[in-house]
């Protein structure tokens, strides 16, 4: 079964306005971390922000805040004012066993595309 | 400061040779990670450096993948007797530790086409 699912193939937003990226994850680990990742048409893996299964709140960087909601194992990506410059491909994963370190690999879904449109 | 580094950045090969993937990890950062990311397979993870630890190679596809990290920085990726499907883009990622929490920063790949 996958763990990471990322079912938007392609996004487009108008400059300036919000766009929502869909992550559903799969685990029956209890102590576990997401992350979200940003892949421009360059190729590198640009860290966005991460969200912990015991962080009580939902995490913020800027313009990029994660809609975190446990219960139906979602971890959607929020960003704000959109920018020419946020097209790219985006890469949610997940990590198990954060509190014990014993499992360190990250686990990636299919990505989305996002447009974003001026 | 420098982030991570990888060479070369293309690599174009014959089936059946042997390619050496370069990683030099960002300073400091004691744990050191190996992706792959193809069309059809998506990013998947090979292996992993925490310092001293043996390496968990968990990932690896066949004999003919191995890794190896001299000195706890630089870590060399070889692929013997390269096939069409290993074509593909290798990334490399080092993070500070290997606490859950640590986030894992990537190098801009190289880019491996069999022939």
């Known amino acids: 079964a996958q763990k990471i699912t990322q079912t938007q193939p392609g996004m487009f937003v108008q400059e300036k306005e919000a766009v929502t990226l869909d992550c559903t994850y799969d685990?029956?680990?209890?102590?576990?971390?997401l992350f979200w990742y940003k892949q421009p048409s360059s190729g590198e893996m640009i860290f966005l922000i991460y969200?912990?299964?015991?962080?009580?709140q939902n995490a913020t960087e800027g313009r990029y805040s994660l809609n975190f909601q446990k219960a139906r194992k979602s971890a959607n990506l929020v960003i704000s004012a959109s920018q020419l410059g946020d097209s790219a491909m985006y890469f949610c994963?997940?990590?198990?066993?954060?509190?014990?370190?014993?499992?360190?690999?990250?686990?990636f879904g299919k990505g989305i595309t996002l447009s974003v449109r001026p | 400061g420098a982030g991570v580094s990888q060479s070369p950045s293309n690599k174009v090969t014959e089936k059946g040779k042997d390619v050496e993937l370069r990683c030099d990890p960002i300073?400091?950062?004691?744990?050191l990670y190996w992706y792959r990311q193809s069309l059809g397979q998506g990013l998947e993870f090979l292996i992993y450096?925490?310092?001293?630890?043996?390496?968990?190679k968990s990932g690896l596809p066949s004999d003919r993948f191995s890794a190896e990290r001299t000195g706890g920085s630089v870590s060399t990726l070889t692929i013997q007797r390269t096939q069409q499907e290993d074509s593909a883009v290798y990334l490399c990622?080092?993070?500070?530790?290997?606490?859950?929490?640590?986030?894992?920063?990537f190098g801009p790949g190289t880019r491996l086409t069999v022939l």
């Open positions: 990622a080092s993070s500070s530790g290997s606490r859950g929490t640590d986030t894992q920063y």
């Open positions: 300073s400091g950062h004691t744990a």
């Open positions: 685990t029956s680990d209890p102590s576990y971390g």
């Open positions: 969200q912990g299964s015991y962080d009580q």
């Open positions: 994963a997940m990590r198990e066993s954060i509190r014990t370190g014993a499992n360190s690999k990250l686990t």
């Open positions: 450096f925490q310092g001293n630890s043996a390496p968990d």
